[in-house]
């Protein structure tokens, strides 16, 4: 919104706008302006259609790959194999589309946010119109309990609090008045102005509407959504990468092998049937399946941890993130205020206890339940307060309906936050306000405003003594105290006493609690209560005590922090909030150590962006920002190299969390448009639950390293095998029938079952990967080529053998082909760690993998076996010899891997008894 209105008085905007604040606008001058400012709704992207969104998923490389191997197989005959392609890209292209529907969701959400109907004068006359009707210049008329439908200079206001936690990440209501500002300042601090979408949640007034549709700031964080773009996931990346270079490498050995056989004098046709087959067998059509696959029981491991995960490559993202941004208010904490400091008349308690439960207890100098000062403060925080605190739909201190027993429901409070506060702390001591007031009534209240920075109430009753109770800001109440109680005695307020509450005072705000101020009055007898003026009841008051509050952090996040930092995982604080209490709360949970930064949202408009790309990384807390700083802290995390988490639950955090590698949102709190915008959700907003996603995207990509490092051992045994052959001038070990089907029994359930492979143990004890790290880093390549090379080497071997021991091919080639499989059987075992070895991994602690070793060699040994199926496989059927000769070499590697694996635990074990 433009901020001259900010800066004009109400007469002033009224007159810029042209219109009369008592009689609003005319019928002729609404169709007017609403032709030209247009409907007050939030502009929604049309988006691709759902058949572009097919058609673009199969512009991925891969996909288009593994097309071409359908036609292939089809050209081979092989239908089964086509089909199975085929289903496999028809299967990621419907998951795409669903994932991409589900993604552009985000305005539509946006808009339900807004209000249906607005209250407005036109033509002299109150009535309610539809919200999208709304133009600029409208008289709205605002009261406790509305949304707000547009941005609202406001002209008149009594007693009005906003809630703009949703806009502005602030967790209390914030005061409205109608004075212009001296400058043009953030919504943050605009407070003659309400803004669409935010909350009314006291008092009432009226405004002029200023701002309608994307013209709002609402519309402005809509439109930084629409401009925050989507890349490629990490996975998404390598798996890039890798299908280009296998491909290559896959048609230039395949090449190779048939121009050799055919310049040997091999028959032409048969070299080019060879030549696709092994095309079609080393090409990783599994990967986007073991990919999905292992992706999805990921996100069902998830799911039970209470993540919610709306886009699969996120919990493979989220694993290698470097950097978490996380909101303050209802993320790290808890969006209750509680109250922690009391100090009554010269003694501090601290108050303990979580949230509204009304459980907690108070520890200090002294029993602060037999103290009279202590009692007499709980008193006038009851009583002096119209929050109401309740659970299960029990009201405790006010007027909700009593609707069952509440057993084991949370508890709540309606109202104001800050008067919840107090209310819950009374509460600990043992003062309801529905117990205080069977004995007493409210005679009179005088509300808090924003100029008075003070609320009092009388209580007593109609010919008895009475009493005014008072609560407000301390140096406000406390210059209209004469006395304050020291031990149950009302005692004079001298000049000392003064400077002993004003410098508890400043100790608490230092450690940013917001502190409130108490006192109370009894009233002369005869005192008129009907029409109480402010001046004769606010004065020679006694000073009772001082109540400090804050937001506080999460139990369980302070943790998390702490196991993100175990990790290697760098968290900072975005918030809204004020520079104290967020430093406050970062201090508290262990983030603004270490030489961590803290800047302001003032501080970053001074900033060019590339400033801020070098100072980002160093920074812990950010305070009083603004959405648009927010999203530029994501991007210039992103420009460092950082992979950029973001969680967030106020529709201010969305086009960051939109516009960061992996967006986390809120289940409980947070609002629809942040959700839709995000790519994981909290069910119980809980940010410990983010270490356990951490923790589970690191296993998906380790299972998916352990599926590539099988994979392509197996194919790089399966070429070598082919070409050296080829070179050497040996007959040809396999025949192409043969090389589809080993790919079809190796490259299916094993690699399959590698997917879902128990998490590594220690995982959350390395550091994060780096973001453009290869698939092939820290010596999976050299594993690769190593195990491909024995894979090579045991089935030429074998070949050779046969040959030599009868001529026969056909045998020879049998056991060639069997030795090959069951020597990639065998080495799925070895392929389940980097870091532990297979006795420490254990052999049977995937029973997935266990089942599809077993069916796979089934299968191949009745290929080899069955008379039905000997001709199209062109096997012949092995004796015991045969069979103990090809699976004693399978096993070989395996069995020696687990006996040097036994030895060198039996070493370690002895040295471990000689340190003792």
């Not at 002029?208 to 964080?221: D, F």
């Not at 206890?353 to 009304?358: M, R, T, V």
């Not at 070990?733 to 589809?740: D, G, R, S, V, Y």
């Not at 049998?814 to 075992?829: E, G, H, S």
Request: glycine content about 10%.
């Amino acid at each position: 919104m433009p901020g001259i209105w900010q800066r004009l008085s109400a007469e002033e905007t009224a007159a810029r706008l042209g219109v009369d604040p008592v009689r609003g606008l005319a019928r002729r001058e609404v169709e007017e302006r609403l032709e030209k400012a247009g409907l007050n709704i939030l502009e929604q992207d049309r988006g691709a259609a759902p058949w572009q969104m097919l058609l673009n998923q199969f512009k991925d490389f891969m996909v288009l790959v593994l097309l071409a191997a359908t036609v292939v197989s089809g050209l081979l005959g092989e239908w089964s194999d086509a089909v199975a392609i085929a289903v496999i890209v028809l299967l990621n292209a419907v998951l795409g589309v669903v994932q991409e529907f589900k993604a552009e969701r985000s305005m539509e959400a946006l808009r339900g946010m807004t209000a249906p109907e607005a209250g407005v004068i036109r033509d002299g006359m109150e009535k309610k119109i539809a919200a999208a009707e709304l133009v600029p210049g409208d008289i709205v008329i605002l009261e406790a309990g509305d949304r707000v439908p547009a941005d609202i200079r406001i002209i008149n206001a009594v007693d009005m609090e906003a809630v703009e936690a949703a806009l502005t990440g602030e967790s209390t209501p914030v005061s409205k008045h109608t004075k212009p500002l001296a400058k043009e300042v953030e919504a943050t601090d605009a407070a003659n102005t309400a803004f669409m979408g935010t909350m009314i949640t006291r008092g009432r007034g009226s405004g002029i509407v200023v701002a309608t549709g994307m013209s709002t700031e609402m519309g402005q964080i809509a439109g930084m959504i629409r401009e925050a773009g989507q890349e490629p996931t990490p996975l998404q990346r390598r798996l890039a990468q890798l299908g280009k270079g296998l491909v290559v490498f896959c048609l230039g050995i395949c090449l190779l092998v048939t121009l050799i056989g055919i310049y040997r004098g091999e028959p032409v046709y048969q070299m080019f049937m060879t030549g696709v087959s092994l095309a079609v067998a080393v090409i990783p059509e599994g990967l986007p399946a073991i990919v999905t696959v292992a992706l999805a029981i990921g996100v069902q491991r998830m799911i039970r941890r209470n993540a919610i995960i709306r886009r699969l490559p996120a919990v493979e993202t989220l694993g290698c993130s470097t950097f978490i941004c996380s909101d303050k208010t209802g993320t790290l904490t808890k969006n209750e205020m509680t109250v922690r400091l009391v100090c009554a008349g010269d003694k501090l308690y601290g108050v303990t206890g979580e949230g509204y439960d009304p459980k907690g207890k108070f520890s200090g100098a002294g029993q602060a339940r037999q103290d009279p000062d202590f009692t007499a403060m709980m008193r006038v925080a009851a009583l002096c307060n119209n929050a109401t605190l309740f659970r299960g739909g029990i009201a405790i201190g006010g007027l909700f309906r009593r609707q069952g027993g509440g057993q084991g429901r949370v508890w709540q409070v309606s109202g104001d936050p800050t008067e919840g506060a107090l209310l819950v702390m009374a509460a600990k001591a043992g003062f309801w306000r529905e117990h205080l007031e069977k004995k007493e009534k409210r005679l009179a209240e005088m509300p808090f405003d924003s100029e008075r920075k003070r609320m009092t109430v009388i209580y007593g009753s109609n010919k008895g003594p009475r009493e005014a109770l008072v609560k407000g800001a301390p140096d406000v109440v406390l210059r209209l105290c004469t006395h304050y109680l020291r031990g149950g005695v009302v005692v004079p307020l001298d000049t000392r006493a003064r400077e002993h509450v004003m410098n508890t005072y400043s100790s608490m705000a230092k450690d940013a609690l917001r502190v409130l101020g108490l006192a109370m009055r009894t009233l002369p007898p005869g005192f008129d209560v009907i029409r109480p003026a402010p001046g004769e009841v606010e004065r020679e008051l006694v000073f009772v005590g001082l109540a400090g509050m804050i937001d506080p952090p999460r139990p369980a996040a302070v943790s998390a922090v702490h196991n993100c930092r175990r990790a290697g995982i760098r968290v900072a604080m975005i918030t809204g909030d004020h520079q104290l209490t967020a430093t406050a709360v970062a201090r508290e949970m262990g983030m603004a150590g270490r030489g961590g930064k803290v800047l302001t949202g003032e501080e970053l408009e001074h900033m060019d962006d590339a400033e801020l790309v070098r100072e980002a990384k160093d920074v812990s807390v950010y305070a009083r920002v603004s959405p648009k700083h927010k999203l530029r802290i994501v991007r210039a995390l992103k420009k460092t190299g950082h992979v950029v988490a973001m969680t967030g639950d106020g529709v201010n955090d969305a086009p960051a969390v939109k516009e960061s590698d992996i967006g986390i949102a809120m289940g409980r709190t947070g609002t629809d448009v942040t959700r839709e915008s995000s790519a994981m959700v909290l069910a119980d907003d809980n940010f410990s639950t983010i270490v356990a996603a951490v923790e589970e995207g690191r296993g998906i990509y380790d299972n998916i390293r352990k599926f590539v490092r099988y994979l392509l051992t197996c194919n790089v045994g399966e070429v070598l095998v082919m070409l050296l052959a080829v070179i050497g001038g040996m007959p040809l070990p396999l025949l192409p029938m043969q090389i589809l089907w080993m790919n079809l029994v190796t490259d299916g359930l094993p690699a399959m079952a590698l997917g879902v492979d128990p998490i590594d143990k220690g995982i959350m004890r390395r550091p994060p990967r780096e973001p453009d790290e290869s698939i092939f880093s820290h010596g999976l390549g050299l594993r690769i080529l190593g195990g491909g090379a024995m894979i090579t080497v045991l089935t030429l071997a074998v070949f050779m053998y046969m040959l030599s021991e009868g001529g026969n091919i056909d045998l020879a080639r049998t056991a060639a082909f069997n030795t090959l499989v069951f020597l990639q059987l065998f080495y799925v075992f070895a392929c389940r760690s980097e870091h532990a070895t297979i006795m420490e991994v254990g052999l049977f602690t995937n029973p997935y993998l266990i089942a599809a070793v077993l069916t796979s060699a089934s299968l191949q040994v009745a290929v080899t076996q069955m008379p039905l199926l000997q001709p199209i496989f062109h096997t012949v059927p092995l004796d015991l010899h045969h069979w103990v000769l090809v699976v004693g070499i399978a096993a070989a590697p395996t069995m020696a891997g687990i006996l040097m694996d036994r030895m060198s635990g039996g070493i370690k074990e002895r040295i471990t008894y000689l340190r003792v």
